[in-house]
């Protein structure tokens, strides 16, 4: 089945990401493809504040590679960003099906410079910037 949110402008972002948390049923593993600037960030944010993660403690995890939150649910949520991953044995490195077989929810950034090591299983979110600023958000599960 095809998905998709509009989010017109940021004002929109917390009922799109609460929307989107009912819509992606049992899936785990979220991969966000956009171009540079497009929202991944802080789509992830918005997810993660309606998980009841502490808002203080997501960021963009650039330099670590991935991060770890606590919901409120006392589950825990990875936020991946392999923007500066230049070979996938780097993200190896760093454990990563240890993290995607764990049953956490993990979500993506730049998740084509690991492609060749994400589960078929794996959600692939694209989100696309209109010329109005807009967000729209396409999922297919």
């Known amino acids: 089945m095809q998905h998709s949110l509009l989010m017109k402008d940021l004002s929109a972002i917390d009922s799109a990401a609460r929307e989107f ?3 992606i049923g049992g899936h785990r593993i979220i991969a966000f493809h956009a171009p540079m600037g497009a929202g991944k960030t802080t789509f992830i ?30 589950d825990a ?16 490195d ?12 993990c979500l993506i950034e730049w998740p084509e410079n690991v492609a060749g090591l994400l589960p078929e ?8 910037v209109g010329e109005d600023g807009s967000r729209t958000l396409s999922w297919q599960d």
């Not at 997810?47 to 403690?57: E, W």
């Not at 991946?80 to 996938?88: G, N």
């Open 94 to 105: 760093i454990g990563l099906y240890d993290y995607l077989d764990s049953g956490s929810l």
């Open 21 to 23: 948390l009912g819509l």
């Open 77 to 92: 949520v990875y936020h991946f960003d392999f923007y500066r991953i230049t070979r996938e044995e780097e993200a190896l």
């Open 45 to 74: 944010k918005a997810l993660c504040d309606c998980l009841g993660v502490c808002s203080d403690a997501v960021s963009s995890p650039t330099f670590a590679i991935v991060n770890e939150y606590a919901a409120r649910s006392g």
């Open 121 to 128: 299983e794996t959600l692939t979110v694209d989100i696309k």
